[in-house]
């Protein structure tokens, strides 16, 4: 499913796409509220919203009422369906895919990165380090918590 969250939802957009989510971010379309609702339309994607007027606006949007990241992904997920399940496809800054990293920074990456993975776009490394375990238990919590 393709999402637009708007300007004020950044970290949801990262996190969605830590769950292999395709998500535009409102920050980086110009031209306001109208931009947005044009993009969302012409790339069939779900506006996701906290800005009441905005949502009223859309054919197809998720109006969150909450500042809270984990109940943000928890109520994303249940209104349209959306598994969050760590997985290494979508540069968490760009939206861009990942691809199999050919090369190494060495100043960059540690000697034992498994899974190394590259935006295709940006340059940026990921891997499934100490971290990622954490990213994993997170989003267990809030698909549990809030079923």
Known sequence: MRLLVDDMLGSLARWLRIAGHDVLYGGDVEGGDDALLRRSREEGR????????LASRSG??????????????????DALGLELEPVMERCTLCNSELVPAESVDEDYVPED???LMVCSSC???YWRGSHWERIRERLGRIREGHR
């Open 60 to 77: 197809d949007s998720v109006l969150l009422g909450t500042r809270d990241l984990d109940e943000q992904l928890s109520k994303v997920a």
């Open 123 to 125: 340059g940026r490394y």
């Open 113 to 115: 990165a498994e899974d």
């Open 46 to 53: 779900v506006l996701v919203t906290r800005d009441v007027e």
